[in-house]
Each structure stands twice: as C-alpha cells, then as structure tokens.
C-alpha cells in the first residue's frame, strides 16, 4: 500500500509538471503586458519585465519561472487583475479563496445529509410511488442548469418576496458570522446545492438498492435481523463504501467553487478573479489559478482513489496479481 | 411400448429386406419459426418504446428542434433586427387583448404616471380602477400596452413628410400632432419634461397635471399667429414635427409590431433570437460529440487491439490530457484562436481536444474484452485484416453504448456552451448567430423588471436539458440487453 501511495504521489507530481510546463507554454507565447501605474517610478515596470525576463526567449522564461516556483513560490506578479497592480499572484488569489470555502462549505453540510437521507428513503421505497417521485426531482435537478436555478431563486426570493439580499454582504463590513452575511449566502448555497443533493441521491440509491439485494442480506434476514437492523447494520455500512470516497472528493472541490455562482451573486472569490483575470488578460493570474484547479483535480482524484482501499480493506491497491 | 429385450434379437445379422426407410416418400424440413426474429436494434427499438418516459422526451426533443429550425419562419423579424423603441416589449401572441400574453402589463401609479400612460394612449381600455391615495397622491390601478410608444419629436425629410401627408389623406390617420408650447412655463425641471413629446400638457411644479374642471388635462398646442395650430416648422429643408410613433410604424413597415416572447434591450426579437441560439447550440452539441465518439472510437480501438507498449504509451497521453479541466481549456483557446478563427471553430477544437477521452477509454475496454474470444481468432485464421476485425467484428458490440454516449454528450455540450458566453467567456455574439448564454447574461441585468427576457432561453435551455438527459437514459437502457425482461 505504502509504495502504491507513494508512487500515485510521484505520478501526480509529474502529471501536474507536465500540464504546467504546457499552460505556461501557451500562455507565455503570447506578451505579457505590463502597464505603468502612474504613482510607480519610472524604471520600476522595466526592472520588473528584466527580473522575470519577460523579453527573453520562452525557455528563459521558464526557467526563470521555475526556480522562482521552486525555490520562493513565486507565481509572479498580478499585472492588471486584483485591484492593486504589482502585488503577487498567490495573495491576490488566495485572499479570494475564503468566500468561495464559506459558500461551498455550507453548501456540503447541508447537501451530503439531505441527499444521504432521500437517497436512502428512496432505495428503502424502491419502485413506489415516494421512489418515483424522488427520481424525477433528481432527474429535473440533475438536468436543469445551475444558473437557471440561481435565477429562478433570486427572482423569487429577494426581488419578488424580498426575504433575502440578491447579492452577497461584504463581509469587510459585516463579518462572516453576522445574521446579515449568512442571509445574504442562503440563496447561493441553495443554487449550489440542488445538484449536489441530486448527485448524492442517485448515488446512494443506486448503492443502497445493489447492496439490499445481495445474498448476505437475506442471510441477516434468516439470522432473525428484523428489517431495520439488517438495513442499519448491514446494507447502510456496505453502500457507504463508494459514497464515503465521493463525500471526500466534495470536500477538496469546495476550493474550486463555482464560476456561475459567484458570478450571479457577486461573490468575492476564486471564480471572481479567474473571470478578471481572463478579462482584463492577466495571465499570471490566469496561469496561477488554471494550476490551482488542476491541483484540486489531481489531489481529489487521488484521494478518492486512496479512500476506497481505507473504507474497504478487501479493496487492494496497486501490488501484483494476488 | 414393449419392451425389447435386446438379448433376444440378434442385431450383428440383420439382412437388407429387413430393414425399411421410415419417411420414404416425404422431404423433411426445419420448421419455420412462426414469430418474427427479433434483432439488437429491435429488440432497443421494442424496449425503448415500452418507457414511457423516454417516448415522451424523444418527442419534446424533436418539438424543441423543430422549434429551432423552423421557428423563424414564423416570425417577420431577423436577429439583427433592433428597434431602440421597442425595448422590453412584453410577450404578445395574435389571439388579442385578454390579459394574458397580449403584451399588457398591470401597473399600479400614482397620478402623474397614469396621465402620463394615459397620454401616450397606452392605458388599455376598461381596465382602470381608482386606487388609494399615498402621500397625497391618487393612485391608479390599470394595464399598459408595452407596445404603445406614444408621441416623438422626430426629423423628416420633404419625401417622408410628403408620404406622411398623403397617408393621412388615404386612410384617414392622424400621424401628425400639434408642436408644443412650452413658453407658458419658465420652470426648468418642467421644461426638461417638455423634450419628452409626450407631455402635451401642464405640469404643475410637482410634474403632476393640471387639470381644468372637468378634469382633463390642458394641452399646450402651438398656435401660430391667427391662432391657428402649428404642425411643423422648418430645420432646413427638413420638417421638424410631432409624430404618433406608433400609426407611424404602422404606415412604414405595414404592421404593428408583435414579439411572441418580448423583446430585449435593443428592441430584438427573443424569439427569433432564442431559435438562432438553439440552433447554434444544437448543431455544436451534435458536431462536437459526432467528432468526439469518431475520436474515440479510433483511438480507443487502437489502444484496445494492439495493446502493449502503444496502449502504455497512449494511455499515459490521455492520462495527462483527462487531468487538464476542460474550462481551463476552451478560455485558452478562446483568447488564442477567437480573435483569427472565430469563436466557433476555436470552442469546437477545446471540445475536441478533451472530449473524445471517455469514448476512448470505453472502446478500449470493448477491445480488451472480446480481442481474444474465439471468433476473432477465426475470422484472423480466415484472412481478416485488421481493420476488418477491428470494424467488422470487435466494435459492433459497443454500438449500442456509442449511441448513447454520443446522445449523452450533447446537453453537455450545450451546458458549457451556454455556460461560458453567460459568463461571457466566449463572444459567440456576431451577425445573425447569438447564443442563449449570451440571452441569458442579457436578462441576468433587467431580472427584477423584466423577467420575460430572461425567462424564455432559461425555460427552453431546462426543457432541452431534462428532455436529452431522460432520451439517453431509455437509450442506455433500452441498449443494455442484460436488462431485457428485468422490467416485468
């Protein structure tokens, strides 16, 4: 187990250099741009542009780069994206990544245990009419797209009722624990987690449905189990072995966030500054941030991968045929 | 039947006259099966049919492109069609004025409002009650036609103003108004009010009316010198007048004007521009996935047959590939190739770069699972190159899977698409084509006030979805023999 870890790390360290040396490549090949902010002194954006070596040839570039990477974690200067010109790439973004966990955060806690609940509800009903009812909900949550969602519950909720800001509460000003930043997140943790309880739902049905027709059911049954236990005891314990792994891959993607989200809602984070950084063509920022999301896959990937052999000891991982 | 004791004959001398040809003089056939075969197809055919579900979202699906393809024939307008005018008209059908979709809206005003809607001839008849009085004002109840422009100060030239004259005679029309005269007032907020043609009457300081005693407002007419009223005066060779905008449009273009889903911003016609948007959205749903499963199916073939160090090698390509997000991707693109090739073909190369992957890794495991059984061995002892066993004998069995990842794919693809240009990631805004996540992002501004124009690409995008997602479904099922006679 230990050399399968350690090997899936190295795998995913050479992964993730690969896609990085590719994005700068790509990305580099076209100028980046540096303009002069008129409190600055005037040599400073061409000291800058020398220290990075932004005229130098693309294989400089990268080197430079990289031992910047490697030995201070420098990603570089954000140029235009970020408000304040010049400050790194890393605070601008990182500075964002706390509104975007709050959000995803509350969006988890309540979607993992609603869609556990229904999904088990329905499995436990299958092919009656409650079961029916809970598939075509999960069948419309799953298709119809977040933002419509999004504007369906801020067209009712804040503009027509008015129960609820239709944008997020600055927190700067509010606080992240005040009655009015947590309102005003309802709605979009809400949108965010329709999908989410309609994944979890299929999901643990599905499991749940395969595991309460296996034989060693019927044998707990025999063994004089009534129905609760046996469900309880073994049916549940035994479907969460591929749900556990999905909860944890939730968990590392609330980092991610949501493009669509932030954006309708005036979310100050992760995605806010990705669509900047495209927008006003910051690309270090955009460089910075398309590695963030690839570490986020790879990490969460990986995890999954590692959870299942933990939750299940049957499951091996890596070694040889036996 | 008697038992024969075998002991008691002697079968080892039995001569020829002994024996005889039981059916001598009929010819014995297999008997012809009385039922019809049923084949693979057919057999999908047999079940899809039997859910109900997906019969039901094969036929909206087809409704919904029906829709975009034939649904701008319907309409007299062009995408590129704007009318400053008429922004935010609200949906209107030919069925006339009911109060449901006929292009009303219900308003509560207060006085200076209603006279104002009131004026334009925009109130529509029979629907006004009187309502409470708030802070002094009387407040109205009453429906307004959002299609009713009113008056405008407009420019015309010798021709037009000629043409106008002579339709006024024709039909019996009044087009031309009286000019307005502002001199009675020296109050400049109310002066500013007077640019507005529709104020042809006193306003008092408040810019509530003035009304005389029977409760009318007084009008403001221009009155030359013998007291006659004033319909124009010259700028130029020009005619500077005071239209009703709406007979106007009238007598331009033959009609009134009519949206069947409202208009947006620039006075264009969603419904029109909703079917251009679908269309886009579709054939790039259809093209992307088309290419991506060929992809696949080529690549995937190719690892699965040969295996070894070319399936390593591949494999390790796609591994590296799958990790990159595809978002990441399509906005690379977008600022690289949008801008020479166009922000279609360069959506279409990030889709196809990525996509083909998991088409890929599904054909490569057919190949694993049937490259060794029994008849490909045969039909390779029988000379069957490889391409022949490869298209010929391995991958018909994944044929029902293909269909149904390739009907899979699309809302996918279209999910993205409309995603990205809400999120104005990609432009797909140029000529005659838009795309409903550029509507969407439209209507994303004017939610609070005018929800039509968000609310028709938002239902038609949630339709289209659910109605794919359940046609794959009883595709994948109905393409899954294991399941056959599981349902009853």
């Known amino acids: 187990m230990g050399k399968y870890v350690i090997k899936r790390i190295l795998l995913m360290f050479v992964t993730g250099f690969i896609i990085m040396t590719m994005l700068f490549m790509m990305i580099r090949l076209m100028p980046v741009e540096t303009p002069t902010p008129p409190d600055m002194p005037v040599d400073y954006v061409a000291n800058l542009r020398k220290a990075y070596g932004y005229d130098e040839p693309l294989l400089v570039q990268y080197w430079i780069f990289l031992k910047g990477l490697f030995t201070e974690f420098d990603w570089g200067l954000a140029t235009k994206a970020g408000g304040s010109a010049y400050t790194p790439v890393t605070q601008v973004c990182l500075e964002k990544l706390p509104a975007t966990m709050y959000v995803n955060l509350f969006s988890i806690i309540i979607s993992i245990p609603i869609g556990l609940g229904l999904g088990i509800f329905a499995a436990l009903k299958k092919n009656k009419w409650q079961d029916q009812v809970i598939s075509i909900l999960v069948m419309v949550a799953i298709s119809v797209p977040g933002f419509v969602v999004a504007f369906l519950l801020q067209y009712f909720f804040s503009f027509k009722l008015g129960w609820f800001d239709f944008q997020m509460a600055a927190t700067s000003r509010y606080g992240w624990f005040s009655w009015k930043t947590i309102s005003s997140v309802i709605l979009p943790v809400l949108s965010l987690s329709f999908g989410s309880i309609a994944g979890f739902t299929r999901y643990t049905r599905a499991e749940l449905t395969e595991v309460l027709t296996s034989e060693f059911m019927a044998l707990a049954r025999a063994k004089g189990l009534t129905r609760t236990q046996a469900t309880i005891h073994h049916a549940l314990r035994n479907s969460m072995v591929p749900i556990f792994p999905m909860i944890i891959g939730e968990f590392i993607s609330i980092m991610s966030g949501s493009l669509i989200v932030e954006q309708i809602f005036g979310i100050p984070g992760i995605g806010s500054v990705y669509l900047q950084s495209i927008n006003v063509r910051d690309y270090n920022v955009f460089l910075f941030l398309s590695m963030f999301y690839v570490a986020i896959g790879l990490v969460a990937g990986l995890l999954v991968d590692l959870s299942y052999g933990f939750v299940d000891p049957r499951i091996r991982m890596g070694g040889g045929k036996a | ?488």
């Open chain 2, 1 to 488: 039947m008697e038992y024969i004791d075998p002991k008691q004959y002697d079968f080892s001398s039995i001569t020829k006259e002994q024996l005889e040809i039981a059916n001598k003089d009929e010819n014995i056939f297999d008997q012809k099966f009385e039922t019809k075969p049923v084949g693979y197809f057919k057999d999908a055919w047999i079940r899809f049919t039997k859910n109900k579900g997906s019969v039901v979202a094969a036929v909206i699906l087809l409704i919904l492109v029906a829709f975009a393809a034939l649904g701008p024939i319907a309409s007299p307008w062009k995408t590129t069609d704007t009318n400053p005018m008429y922004q935010y008209c609200l949906p209107k059908s030919h069925f006339g004025s009911n109060g449901f979709w006929d292009g009303t809206e219900t308003k509560s005003a207060p006085e200076k409002t209603y006279y104002y809607d009131l004026g334009r001839n925009a109130v529509v008849e029979g629907s006004v009650s009187k309502g409470d009085v708030v802070e002094g004002a009387q407040y109205y109840s009453y429906r307004v036609d959002t299609y009713i422009k009113g008056y405008i100060f407009d420019d015309l030239t010798p021709e037009e103003y000629e043409a106008v004259i002579k339709y006024q005679e024709e039909k019996g029309i009044q087009i031309l108004y009286p000019l307005l005269d502002t001199s009675y007032t020296t109050n400049t907020k109310i002066l500013q009010q007077h640019n507005n043609a529709n104020y042809f009457y006193q306003l008092d300081k408040k810019l509530n009316p003035i009304l005389d005693r029977d409760g009318n407002v007084i009008p403001i007419y221009l009155k030359d010198n013998e007291g006659n009223l004033v319909y124009y005066y010259h700028n130029g060779a020009n005619y500077e007048v005071r239209i009703d905008y709406d007979q106007y449009y009238i007598m331009i273009n033959g009609k009134a004007p009519l949206f069947y889903f409202g208009s947006d911003n620039m006075g264009r016609d969603i419904y029109t521009r909703l079917c251009h948007g679908a269309r886009l959205s579709l054939i790039l749903g259809v093209v992307v996935s088309l290419i991506n499963i060929v992809l696949g199916i080529i690549y995937g073939a190719i690892e699965g047959y040969y295996g070894g160090t070319v399936d390593l090698v591949m494999e390790r390509i796609s591994d590296i590939l799958v990790e990159i997000p595809s978002l990441i991707l399509l906005t690379l693109f977008q600022i690289y190739l949008a801008s020479t090739w166009g922000p279609v073909p360069a959506l279409l190369l990030a889709f196809v770069l990525t996509g083909w992957i998991g088409t890929a890794s599904r054909v490569r495991m057919q190949f694993y699972r049937y490259k060794r059984q029994e008849y490909v061995l045969a039909a390779r002892v029988l000379g069957a190159k490889d391409r022949r066993i490869i298209f010929r004998h391995i991958l018909p069995n994944a044929v029902g899977t293909l269909i149904t990842s390739c009907i899979l794919m699309i809302p996918g693809v279209i999910f993205t698409e409309s995603t990205l240009s809400f999120l104005n990631i990609v432009d797909l805004e140029s000529g005659s084509m838009t795309s409903i996540g550029t509507m969407l992002a439209a209507g994303q501004d004017v939610l609070q006030t005018y929800p039509h124009v968000i609310m028709f690409p938002a239902i038609f995008i949630s339709i289209l979805m659910i109605a794919f997602n359940l046609f794959g479904n009883g595709l994948r099922d109905a393409f899954n023999p294991s399941l056959r006679g599981v349902e009853e």
